[in-house]
């Protein structure tokens, strides 16, 4: 049951979190209290120790700070900030937080020159009738929930937890 709590949690939030934005440019905040809460439910069960547990903890602190500066200075939307601090508490403080962190970088680059494109080309995709959501078009923000979500999907089976999950300790 723990294994799949693990599998499953993590991957269905990021998920549901990159579908929420880009349809409504929100990302509710239940989503990132599902990931916290799992969290503090699962660390222990799966054998993360009190020192380890307290490292996942200071990770999400500091990503916290991070992004409560770039939201405070209107660069990043508090529930990315939220969701990024919430995945941020399964990786931990160590270097798969580091590959978590480049890979949604990475994935937000990309996912901003392409919507730039659709935005340029926005009069050309409405008259074909392809269907986007209007908030992507129109908006002027970058639903970075999806590039929280690619880089997550991308990197969860390098955390901790997936780790152990993986080599049967969990």
Known sequence: ?????????????????AAS??????????ISV?????????????GVGLHEFGLHVLAAGIVFAACF????????????AKLLTAAALWYGY???????????ALMGGLLTVVILI??????????????LPQ??????????????AAGGLLTFEASPLMLRLLSGAA
Request: one cysteine or more.
């Open 1 to 17: 049951m723990l294994n799949a709590a693990i599998m499953v949690i993590f991957p269905l939030c990021l998920i549901y979190a």
């Open 21 to 30: 934005d880009l349809l409504t440019m929100t990302i509710p905040n239940r």
């Open 34 to 46: 599902v990931l916290i809460a799992a969290f503090l439910v699962i660390a222990p069960l799966g």
């Open 69 to 80: 500066a770039l939201f405070a200075v209107n660069v990043m939307g508090g529930g990315d």
């Open 94 to 104: 160590n270097a798969s937080l580091v590959e978590f962190l480049a890979s949604t």
């Open 118 to 131: 659709l935005r340029w080309q926005s009069t050309l995709l409405l008259t074909a009738r392809i269907p």
């Open 135 to 148: 908030t992507l078009l129109h908006a002027k923000k970058v639903p970075y929930g999806i590039a929280i």
